[in-house]
């Protein structure tokens, strides 16, 4: 879904038929002027955004902008100024609160995962463990987060997890299944697959025809060896409940990435405020 899209149904979602509260006692012709008044320290995210909700709302009201998408913030800074008519102003505020407040709590989150492992090769993925019709803004907010993207949704890459497997009948039937149909839709999608235990790990390798394999709840120790298994084969990731403070003991087995679903689903807004000025 597009953003300008996200933030029409948005508008239609919070203001229907008319922001009442503003217009019965806010005249049409005042004008004023808000800051955006950091209370957390975090990652920043939403900026950007934020500047098409405004557009969308008043083409005409006016933004100052002092920090940007991905910098560091502190208690106390102020992100942009914004004036114009009042009514605009206050329509807009909570949905540009919203938007920036879950953006940059995802983005200071995935900035704690992404700098415990910087030294490494290791990458830190989000996962499709988003909020239904946003997803686009909260995997932005991961990137702007210094973390990478998984696949944005099941249109673009081809991932087989278990019960995929488990219904197509088995390991060895999943892959050439979809290599067949991949084939025959002349469709250009990477293969990743998901196992269980070396059980599965070794029947992906006897089958090949992939792109990644994902080592799903593998101890460190068990990830250790799987990687040696497929070194120079294909890419490798783990996942399966890894938390910040064992990232780095499996980042440091050698894969190539480890997704993790808390950087989109367990996350706690950074806290902002609007405030007239």
Known sequence: MKIDQIISNAIIEDIADGDHTTLSCIPATAMGKTELLVKEEGILAGVEVAKKVFSQIDKDLKLEIYINDGEKIKVGDI?????????????????VLNIMQRMSGIATQTNLYAERIKDLKTKVLDTRKTTPGIRILEKMAVKIGGGENHRMGLYDMIMLKDNHIDF????????????????????????EIEVRDFEELNQVLETGNVD???LDNFTPEETIKAVKLIAGKYETESSGGITINDLRSYAECGVDFISIGALTHQIKSLDLSMNAI
Do not use: P, W
């Open 212 to 214: 990644r394999i994902m």
């Open 168 to 191: 197509a009948g088995g390991i060895k039937q999943a892959i050439e299944s979809t290599n067949k149909y991949l084939k025959e839709k002349n469709k250009d999608l990477k293969i």
């Open 79 to 95: 992100v942009f100024h914004v004036s114009g008519k009042v009514q605009s102003i206050l329509q807009a505020e909570r949905l």
